[in-house]
């Protein structure tokens, strides 16, 4: 079965840092891009960051220089270090696989983790 | 950035009912557009990729049409498990970038 399961989700002080994985099963991980998509409560998504097969990363200026996308082929795993995290980066966190048309639309998707920026 | 202007954001209609959504981006986009259904508590799921074609498991009900700058997307007999918020969502590719449309919320009237 296609799979990915993320983890590493909780609260976290303003300022602090927190690193979500996504482990991937059932698919040759090594040969999809991947992406973090994020959700705050009641509102509607927002793209978090790219990762492509060899390795290249892209972000939105929201998380740009606070936020690093990296994965592990050998361990079919995808990260995401979030730093200097603020009021409005809590959200659940949704690792996704980009299928196989050509505008990137993601195929599969995990089931999400909550990161809470909270004092 | 290329904006994504999703309308309506809500919309209630009745069992066996047409239900149209669109979505316009700031610039012409080709045909890199997506849509997802999303229910609640649940991850999005990819229903229509590059702008038309219906991803392999969806119901046939479902479909989209567009290209450029104008995207439609079409429920053509609503059904009860159809209750869910819709996004479009676009890829830029230099560089890479997404853009989601703020969603359209489908009730049963």
């Known amino acids: 079965e296609v799979q990915l399961v993320e983890s590493g989700g909780g609260l976290v002080q303003p300022g602090g840092s927190l690193r979500l994985s996504c482990a991937a099963s059932?698919?040759?991980?090594?040969?999809?891009?991947m992406h973090w998509v994020r959700q705050a409560t009641g509102k509607g998504l927002e793209w978090v960051s790219a990762?492509?097969?060899?390795?290249?990363?892209y972000y939105p200026g929201s998380v740009k220089g606070r936020f690093t996308i990296s994965r592990e082929n050998a361990k079919n795993s995808l990260y995401l270090q979030m730093n200097s995290l603020r009021a409005g980066d809590t959200a659940v966190y949704y690792c996704?696989?980009?299928?196989?048309?050509?505008?990137?639309?993601?195929?599969?998707w995990g089931q999400g983790t909550t990161v809470t920026v909270s004092s | 950035d290329i904006q994504m202007t999703q309308s309506p954001s809500s919309l209630s209609a009745s069992v066996g009912d047409r239900v149209t959504i669109t979505c316009q981006a700031s610039?012409?986009?080709?045909?890199?557009l997506n849509w997802y259904q999303q229910k609640p508590g649940k991850a999005p799921k990819l229903l229509i990729y590059?702008?038309?074609n219906l991803e392999t498991g969806v119901p046939s009900r479902f479909s989209g049409s567009g290209s450029g700058t104008d995207f439609t997307f079409t429920i053509s007999s609503l059904q009860p498990e159809d209750i869910a918020t819709y996004y479009c969502?676009?890829?830029?590719?230099?560089?890479?970038?997404?853009?989601f449309g703020g969603g359209t919320k489908v009730e049963i009237k």
């Open positions: 990762i492509g097969t060899a390795g290249d990363t």
């Open positions: 059932g698919f040759t991980f090594s040969s999809y891009d």
């Open positions: 590059d702008a038309s």
């Open positions: 610039q012409d986009i080709s045909n890199y």
């Open positions: 996704a696989r980009v299928g196989d048309g050509g505008s990137g639309g993601m195929d599969v």
């Open positions: 969502q676009q890829y830029d590719n230099l560089p890479p970038r997404l853009t």
